[in-house]
């Protein structure tokens, strides 16, 4: 299958301050990408579509002043979350897919832990 | 609100028997189906996409889809300790814009 890399894997913040995760697509170009989060024991939230050259649009109660997603290329979206508190500690996963119908590839996940 | 439903389960089945997954959704003109595999901390993993009516059998994994009965279903065969994992059922909606997925079901596999 295709493959979808996800960095960093896990990341300790201070209250307050930014963190970046940046997803690739290794072997084929993805014009959409989804940034998905998901809590302890709970299931795939989707956040946002990322779209390559546009703005991204987001799942409704998603703050996009705090989650900014930037799709600057046909294999990189980046979800950066901004002025991160302890509530935002989650698993945060990207997925794209080759195009058409077909299945979504997932990275492997980044582990936000915010003190 | 287009939704995936799957009993959270746990679902607990001995080793070597079939396990049995299932799946609804609400959004009729969804046209692709997917079931994801994922162990505690990880991401998912594609375990089977299904696109028509009737079985598709990979290995030991059998997916079923009925459109008029909007459902979609997941056998496991001779099942292992290491198939004990959350199964994520997945459906593109009619739009094709985007995946949406059940709660999944947590699977148990015991010796």
């Known amino acids: 299958g295709a493959v979808v890399s996800q960095h960093p894997s896990w990341v300790i913040c201070k209250s307050g301050t930014s963190v970046k995760i940046e997803c690739r697509s290794l072997?084929?170009?993805?014009?959409?990408m989804f940034w998905y989060r998901q809590f302890p024991k709970q299931s795939l939230m989707l956040m946002a579509t990322s779209n390559e050259g546009s703005k991204a649009t987001y799942e409704q109660g998603v703050e996009k002043d705090k989650f900014l997603i930037n799709h600057a290329s046909l294999t990189l979206s980046t979800l950066t979350v901004t002025s991160a508190h302890p509530e935002d500690s989650s698993f945060y996963i990207c997925?794209?897919?080759?195009?058409?119908?077909?299945?979504?590839?997932f990275g492997e996940g980044s582990r936000l832990t915010v003190l | 609100q287009k939704e995936v439903e799957q009993n959270s389960g746990p679902l607990s089945v001995p080793e070597g028997a079939i396990a049995s997954l299932n799946c609804t959704y609400s959004?009729?003109?969804?046209?692709?189906f997917f079931w994801y595999r994922q162990y505690s901390g990880k991401s998912p993993e594609l375990i089977m996409s299904?696109?028509?009516?009737g079985d598709k059998e990979d290995g030991r994994f059998t997916a079923q889809l009925n459109k008029a009965s909007q459902y979609v279903s997941l056998l496991i065969r001779d099942s292992q300790p290491s198939d004990s994992a959350t199964y994520l059922c997945a459906v593109r909606d009619s739009s094709a814009s985007k995946i949406i997925f059940g709660s999944g079901t947590r699977l148990s596999i015991r010796p």
């Open positions: 959004d009729r003109g969804s046209q692709s």
């Open positions: 997925s794209a897919h080759p195009g058409g119908v077909g299945e979504l590839f």
């Open positions: 072997d084929f170009q993805a014009t959409t």
């Open positions: 299904i696109y028509s009516n």
